[in-house]
């Protein structure tokens, strides 16, 4: 996997970058830059190269638009936008594209051949550059044109963030110990290879949010109306190793009333929604002891607006001396809220991309480039 430093000369050449600007937005106005902004270290310097940039990206759904990212770009970057790669009108702009400027093109999933990987979509794609830089890490676990497809018909190149991200998340293959390693969020039928890979690597595994309910459930503990994974999961082997940490008690939400309990207690007509202040308490002695933490997703239903036990355990790993790998996307929303972002050594733009890349130790948008 050859860095953008390593593509030579690009003055005058058409540099086409995959970034990921799939920001939050309230309306048209950008609620989180951090993508953009871990973004524009490259972007800064193709300016300085004198490249013709051609960015792709896409936002949300095929029905969004990517005018609040240009409107945001255009503030900091001489920066056009086009509509359609399809667009015959849009060839001047194109043909007199000057040196240190930049066209966006707008959201790439508008196209059918995005998602398909159509390798037509994908030679059309690569027709707006000479060369190619992978910056969307967080979109690399997508086998889409614009991330496997492009690489195939112009020479491929890693951005900056994107070598950022793997060499960081590599740390966690060969940790200092005591290593911690914190799991929570839902969907234990995508994340068991993980969970059993890190229960080899690291000296502690907590499992919280929803795939501890799953655990839980393969205790034979009633579980109530707690979200579990769906499908049937054999949880046996992750229970009898001693790595293995789960809450020691549990918020949960019956009607109106949310009460803490032991996990041995919650009743049918009750549901899980969040830890709660002992397994805090357990979290925090393990942080102290140990010497490296990679930690990604919330302790609870963070979007209904149960927060207070990550709020917790996002400060005990900010305030910890040791070297602190984060990611996910309500894992960002906790430390953007705390204004913690500066506290941790490294904070990960991916979200499935980051586990999957943990798991796998590769993906998709990787291999393309190699």
């Known amino acids: 996997?050859?860095?953008?430093?390593?593509?030579?000369?690009?003055?005058?050449?058409?540099?086409?970058?995959?970034?990921?600007?799939?920001?939050?937005?309230?309306?048209?106005?950008?609620?989180?830059?951090?993508?953009?902004?871990?973004?524009?270290?490259?972007?800064?310097?193709?300016?300085?190269?004198?490249?013709?940039?051609?960015?792709?990206?896409?936002?949300?759904?095929?029905?969004?638009?990517?005018?609040?990212?240009?409107?945001?770009?255009?503030?900091?970057?001489?920066?056009?936008?086009?509509?359609?790669?399809?667009?015959?009108?849009?060839?001047?702009?194109?043909?007199?594209?000057?040196?240190?400027?930049?066209?966006?093109?707008?959201?790439?999933?508008?196209?059918?051949?995005?998602?398909?990987?159509?390798?037509?979509?994908?030679?059309?794609?690569?027709?707006?550059?000479?060369?190619?830089?992978?910056?969307?890490?967080?979109?690399?676990?997508?086998?889409?044109?614009?991330?496997?497809?492009?690489?195939?018909?112009?020479?491929?190149?890693?951005?900056?963030?994107?070598?950022?991200e793997v060499k960081n998340l590599s740390k966690a293959f060969h940790p200092p110990h005591p290593f911690l390693f914190i799991l929570a969020g839902a969907k234990f039928e995508t994340k068991l290879p993980l969970v059993e890979k890190f229960l080899n690597l690291a000296d502690n595994v907590f499992v919280g949010g929803a795939l501890a309910n799953d655990l839980f459930k393969a205790e034979g503990l009633e579980i109530g109306r707690s979200l579990i994974s769906k499908g049937k999961l054999d949880l046996s082997s992750l229970l009898k190793n001693p790595k293995l940490i789960l809450p020691s008690d549990v918020t949960v939400e019956n009607g109106q009333k949310i009460t803490v309990e032991s996990p041995k207690s919650v009743s049918p007509q009750e549901k899980m929604v969040d830890a709660g202040p002992e397994t805090d308490q357990v979290l925090k002695q393990k942080i102290k002891d140990a010497k490296f933490i990679l930690w990604n997703g919330p302790l609870g239903q963070y979007e209904q607006g149960f927060k207070?036990?990550?709020?917790?355990?996002?400060?005990?790993?900010?305030?910890?001396a040791v070297e602190t790998i984060v990611g996910g996307g309500d894992t960002l929303a906790t430390i953007r809220e705390l204004g913690l972002f500066d506290k941790f050594s490294f904070v990960s733009t991916g979200g499935g991309a980051m586990l999957e890349f943990l798991a796998n130790e590769t993906l998709p948008g990787i291999e393309a480039l190699k």
């Open 308 to 320: 207070e036990p990550t709020f917790v355990l996002a400060r005990a790993i900010a305030e910890s």
């Open 1 to 164: 996997m050859k860095s953008i430093k390593e593509a030579g000369p690009l003055k005058g050449k058409r540099v086409l970058v995959r970034c990921d600007f799939n920001v939050p937005l309230s309306g048209d106005t950008i609620t989180d830059d951090y993508r953009i902004q871990r973004t524009l270290p490259l972007l800064l310097y193709l300016q300085k190269e004198g490249a013709k940039v051609v960015l792709v990206s896409h936002i949300e759904s095929e029905d969004k638009t990517l005018m609040p990212v240009f409107k945001y770009l255009r503030e900091i970057l001489p920066m056009f936008i086009v509509y359609s790669i399809y667009d015959k009108s849009a060839d001047n702009i194109f043909e007199n594209l000057k040196e240190g400027s930049f066209v966006l093109l707008e959201n790439v999933r508008r196209y059918e051949g995005e998602e398909k990987n159509d390798q037509k979509f994908a030679k059309d794609l690569s027709a707006f550059g000479e060369i190619y830089v992978n910056e969307a890490f967080s979109c690399s676990h997508r086998s889409h044109a614009s991330i496997v497809g492009i690489p195939k018909y112009i020479p491929g190149f890693a951005g900056f963030l994107f070598e950022d």
